[in-house]
């Protein structure tokens, strides 16, 4: 597609121009090959995931409800970059108009901070489930689980709300080119030729504060869970009860691990460079939403049976 907006005297463009990954763009095909099958594993994983709660009334239970948000995230989180990314990757259409630009941001972090506070809720289930197990279904009643995820959506949509509106309002008159695969937030900012100081604090402001808190419920949680597991008489015990938690636990890791470091090489990492920090930033978006369909499949009974009884009852 033409640059011909990537000129030094123009004000706020009506498209900006995203490079994919700079410095690899001679490997976008082969790129493309991993990113799409990544993204269609993460289709078929939530979409069976939602698909087999919502058939099976055994798994009309707090933690599966919790699950099938994570996967309508994932599947959100996973939706807002790929199809944008892969038509840069097999056509070479790198436009993006300028308000779709802000859209593709609000929707990233967004659903990336509701996907941190599911963590978080999911803890909270599994230390309910765990430390007081017979007050379980009376603790985390269906309108308990409304509250817990509407306060989950509404924080990360009012948290995220300013990020594109202060981007709005900077003038961008230096280029429109966005050294990046999507829209993100200060790979954005950084075009604009004005004060970027209250975007990148407010930013990490809401990165930090998302981030810190929700490790620390977490953290604390599974304190409480560990208290609980090596109370247990026999280690048998221990090992079964601990299990019901490891799903959530590698859940976490994928999530949390690639993020954070794809946030600090990106606000301090200076000497690294740009096509690594763009493929981590790709990482942490897409690998969560492949992986975590298929760690609960392959780590939770109930899902395994019934994916099992699927499959062998359609072969009868």
């Known amino acids: ?25 001679a490997a976008h095909v082969w790129i493309s090959i991993p990113f799409s099958t990544m993204y269609a594993i993460a289709l078929l994983g939530n979409f069976t995931i939602l698909f087999i709660v919502m058939t099976e009334p055994s798994l009309h239970e707090p933690m599966y409800y919790f699950l099938c948000m994570l996967a309508v995230t994932d599947l959100v989180l996973s939706t807002s970059t790929l199809p944008k990314m892969l038509s840069i990757f097999w056509f070479n259409y790198r436009e993006i108009n300028f308000n779709a630009c802000l859209t593709q941001m609000y929707f990233i972090h967004c659903f990336t901070a509701v996907e941190s506070g599911i963590s978080v809720a999911m803890a909270f289930d599994r230390y309910v489930a765990i430390c007081d197990p017979l007050r379980h279904s009376t603790i985390l009643t269906n309108r308990v689980m409304a509250n817990i995820s509407t306060a989950v959506v509404l924080r ?52 930090f504060s998302v981030a810190s808190l929700d490790l620390f419920f977490i953290a604390v949680s599974y304190i409480q869970i560990l208290r609980a597991i090596f109370s247990l008489p026999t280690k048998d015990a221990r090992l079964k009860t601990f299990r019901t938690c490891s799903s959530h636990l590698c859940v976490i890791s994928a999530s949390y691990i690639p993020s954070l ?32 369909p298929i760690i609960y499949g392959v780590r939770t009974k109930q899902i395994r049976d019934r994916l099992f009884y699927l499959f062998s009852h359609k072969e009868v």
């Open 1 to 25: 597609m033409s640059d011909t907006n990537n000129t030094s005297n123009f004000t706020n463009p009506s498209t900006f121009i995203l490079l994919g990954i700079p410095g690899l763009e």
């Open 156 to 207: 990360g949509g009012i948290l995220i709300i300013p990020k594109p509106f202060l981007a709005r309002r900077l003038p961008y008159c230096r280029t429109n080119i966005i050294a990046h695969s999507y829209c993100e937030h200060m790979a954005v900012v950084k075009l604009a030729c004005a004060d970027i100081r209250i975007s990148s604090y407010y930013g990490l402001f809401v990165a």
């Open 261 to 292: 470091f794809s946030f600090l090489t990106h606000r301090f990492g200076q000497n690294v460079p740009l096509h690594f920090h763009v493929l981590m930033a790709n990482v942490y978006l897409l690998v969560p939403p492949m992986l975590n």
